[in-house]
Structure formats: C-alpha cells, structure tokens
C-alpha cells in the first residue's frame, strides 16, 4: 500500500472519530438540572453572541481540526496528541470561564474522549515502535 493511502485513512478515522465522540453518550431520559441549566446557559450565549463572534468560534473550531489533521498527515502521532489534548483543555477552560459552574457538565465527556483517543495514540506508538528485546 503506498504510503499516502495509510495517511488519507488515519485522516478520514480522525475525521469520524471527533463528531462521533460527541454522540457517544446516549440523551438521558430525565436530564439533570445542571444539564438543563447548562444547555440553558449555552443558548442564551449563541443567541447573544453577535454574527462576528459565532463566526470567530467557527473559524477557531476549524483552526484545531486543521491543524490535528495536518499533525496525522505528517504521520506525527506525538503532535496530534498535543494539539487533541490542547483542544481539550482549551474546551475546558472555556466551558467554565463562559459558562461558570454549569461548564462542569463539560467535563465527563472531555475526559473520556481525552482517555480514548489518548490510549488509541499510546497503542499506535507502542506498535510502531516494536517489540523490546
């Protein structure tokens, strides 16, 4: 297999794995009220947000999936780690600085996306570097 095929793929998985992860935790039938509180929270600042400000996160949003694409791309597992993980924390850090207590709902799926996608990084790394004699 050439070499760029290998690089589309892992691409393309990336691509899939981000918006899937943010369906992955099914819809509760009776949601918390700190959830409710957050959506809530969340709509109130889109619907406040003028046109500039929802065009700026948009283009932030495509900035990170750019660059951990670019980062695969170069076949360089150890910068998508950083530039996912960054993201992550980035999310964090903006979940409760905009929204305050309510961001904590963030916080449960950042993270197992975060252990996911990190022990999916450790394994590739562990098998390209072969067996330790």
Known sequence: MVAWHRRL?????????FPLSAVVFPAPL???????EFLAAEREMLEIMA??????????????????AAAFWRRSL???LVVANLGGVIKL?????????TGST???PTLVTALIFNA???YFLWKRQGPVE
């Not at 793929?9 to 794995?17: D, K, M, N, R, W």
């Not at 046109?51 to 951990?68: C, H, M, T």
């Not at 850090?93 to 207590?101: A, D, E, L, P, Y």
């Open 106 to 108: 963030a916080v449960i």
């Open 30 to 36: 009776v949601p918390k009220d700190f959830v409710v």
């Open 120 to 122: 999916a990084i450790g």
């Open 51 to 68: 046109s500039l400000q929802v065009l700026l996160f948009s283009v932030l949003v495509v900035v990170f999936l750019a660059a951990l």
């Open 9 to 17: 793929v892992l691409t393309v998985l990336v691509a899939i794995f």
């Open 93 to 101: 850090v903006s979940s409760f600085v905009v929204w305050g207590k």
């Open 78 to 80: 150890i910068w998508g």
